[in-house]
């Protein structure tokens, strides 16, 4: 198996969820990186829930040499929103130059008690860590997670990065006002958590694309969206109107040359595998 392998993107499941965090983006000082250097290593782990009620996941993970303007960082909040403009489906994010590095035959994902493989993948101009497609796991959000990665010479280094799946949650109905919409969830357990909202809303007009208004909070279950940040998605005249909320964890550490961050999300509405 070769060490690297050129390409022009990174797996969009990976990078629509770096990009989904744009709001809560920054360097982390304090294990001495910064967003120039060149390995980086991402590992997904994003909460699924059966027709049945059962949690699932497809953990995944992608390693790759390149530049990248920012990463997910869930330590810093703004408790603002701002106007993202038109709205884009997470599937149509990528990076581009990048080259993809091997980082072992498998790696290890432990979730809970339970370590699971997973095995190297290749396919044209990518090369990613997963199961196999449709297959996912049973767990239990708000698990411990500890990602080992083997690494290889000439490609991504030996490493391991610890951290906690993000937990399920309960939100009050976000609805249209003429005033501040008052938000209460159910808090996070500790200050290593994000939350972010997405409104989405599309204008009145045959031509109209759907926009989105990004906010974030600490993760701490009490805080509000002004008027002036909400108009527009509670116009009376827009065709419809969509709120999808994530809480969001992170847990990055240094390795040489580089650095491997852990990102999990827990999604309301929670997706089906």
Known sequence: MPSSRPARTVPRALAALVAAATLVTACDTTVGFSPSQQKWGFINVTALRSNTGEYRVAPSASFFRGSITSVPDARIRTDSCFAV??????????????????????????????????????STGSLTY?????????????????????????????SEVRGRSAEPFTIDPITPSTTSIPLKWTAATDANSALIISLQYTPAGTSAKTQEIRCA???????????????????????NRAVVITRL?????????????????FVVPTPTP
């Open 85 to 122: 403009g038109d709205y884009t489906p997470p599937t149509s994010s990528n990076f581009t130059g990048v080259t993809f590095l091997d980082a072992g035959e498998s790696v290890a994902a432990k979730i809970g008690a339970t370590t699971t493989p997973l095995p190297r993948v290749s």
């Open 217 to 239: 909070y600490t993760d701490d279950g009490v805080d509000s969206i002004p008027l002036r940040q909400h108009q527009a998605w509670s116009a009376t005249t827009n065709v």
């Open 249 to 265: 964890r992170t847990s990055i550490v240094a390795v040489t040359d580089g650095a491997m961050e852990l990102i999990s999300t």
């Open 130 to 158: 997963s199961l196999g497609s449709g297959t996912t796991i049973p767990y239990t959000p708000g698990d411990s997670v500890v990602i080992t990665v083997p690494g290889v010479a000439g490609g991504f280094p030996a």
